[in-house]
C-alpha cells in the first residue's frame, strides 16, 4: 500500500523537486493530471528513474466526459483518454481516474430534468466504456471510473452502480476508484460496499467527510482502512484534498494522521 499526495505547486517546479519533496514529507507516491503528464513525459520519466519515487496515478486532464451529453464531446473524451493511457502505460502508473461525467447534470438542483433517460444514460456510458476498455487493454493500463456524489455527476453515484457497469460489459480493463468523500455521502455503508465491490477497486481517494484533508472531518478512516486490509488491497491510498492550514506543517501532520489510522486498522506498509 503507498500513501499518495496529488501535486500542488508549492512541492516545486521539477519533477526532480516534486517527488524528491513529497517523499520527505512521507508520502510514497505521486499522483498527477493527465494534461501534465502529456506536456511533460519525458522530465516525468527521467524524474521517476532518478529520484526512485513512483508517479502511481493520473487523475483528469482531458476534455469533455466520457458520459457527456453531446457525442462531439464523449469522442473528446475518448481522444484525449487514449492519450493519457498510452503514457500512463509508459510510466507505469496503475490507470487513469474519470468519472461518468462532473457538473453537467444534477438530479437534485434545478432544473432538475435529465436531457436523457436514465436508460440513454447507461447506453452512452456502455459504449463509451466499451471503446476505453479496448484502448487500456491494448496499453496494459486500466481506466479508474469514479463514482461521485448526486451533486456532481447523475449518472454514477455509488461503487454498486459502477460495478454494475463494469460487470454487464464484461471491461477487463476498467476497475473502480473508491472516493471517501463521494462514498460519505452516498454510500449506505462504507464498510459493506468495499467488501462489495472487492475484486474493482483499484485506487482509492482520501478526503475527509468536509473535503478537507484527512484529520479535519468526521470520517472513520480506520474501519474503513480495515475494510480495505480485508479485501487483500494494496494499491494507492491517494489524497485528493484541498489542503488548509499552515503549508509547512499541514502536509506531514496529515500524512502522519493517516500513517496512524493505518496502524489502528492493523493495515501494514508494504511497498
Ligand atoms: C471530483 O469531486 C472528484 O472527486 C474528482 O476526482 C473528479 O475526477
Known amino acids: ?98 468519472p461518468a461525467a462532473f457538473g453537467i447534470f444534477s438530479h437534485k438542483l434545478p432544473p432538475f430534468k435529465a436531457p436523457r433517460t436514465s436508460e440513454e444514460d447507461k447506453q452512452v456510458l456502455l459504449e463509451s466504456l466499451f471503446k476505453i476498455n479496448r484502448i487500456a487493454e491494448a496499453e496494459g493500463t486500466t481506466l479508474l471510473l469514479e463514482p461521485l456524489n448526486r451533486y456532481e455527476d447523475h449518472m454514477i453515484n455509488t461503487l454498486d452502480q459502477a460495478a454494475e457497469l463494469i460487470r454487464e460489459g464484461n471491461f477487463h480493463s476498467i476497475k473502480i476508484i473508491a472516493d471517501f468523500f463521494h462514498m460519505n455521502m452516498e454510500e449506505k455503508n462504507i464498510v459493506e460496499s468495499i ?16 473535503r478537507l484533508q484527512p484529520g479535519l472531518g468526521h470520517t472513520d478512516f480506520v474501519s474503513a482502512f480495515r475494510a480495505l486490509r480485508d479485501i487483500g488491497y494494496d494499491e494507492s491510498l491517494a489524497i485528493d484534498s484541498p489542503f488548509v492550514g499552515d503549508p509547512s506543517k499541514v502536509y506531514s501532520e496529515c500524512c502522519d494522521y493517516l500513517r496512524e489510522c493505518l496502524e489502528k486498522s492493523q493495515y501494514t506498509k508494504q511497498s
Open 195 to 210: 467488501h462489495n465491490a472487492k475484486d474493482l477497486i483499484w485506487h482509492v481517494h482520501l478526503s475527509d467527510s468536509n
Open 1 to 98: 500500500m503507498k500513501l499518495v499526495i496529488q501535486d500542488r505547486p508549492l512541492f516545486g517546479n521539477t519533477f526532480v523537486e516534486k517527488l524528491n519533496r513529497i517523499a520527505s514529507i512521507g508520502f510514497d507516491g505521486l499522483e498527477i493530471d493527465g494534461d501534465v503528464l502529456l506536456a511533460r513525459l519525458n522530465e516525468i520519466k527521467m524524474a521517476i528513474q532518478s529520484t526512485g519515487v513512483p508517479i502511481t496515478s493520473i487523475c483528469g486532464g482531458y476534455r469533455g466526459w466520457i458520459g457527456d451529453f453531446e457525442r462531439e464531446n464523449r469522442e473528446m473524451a475518448l481522444h484525449d483518454l487514449e492519450k493519457i493511457l498510452k503514457c500512463t502505460a509508459e510510466i507505469g502508473a496503475i490507470g487513469v481516474v474519470a
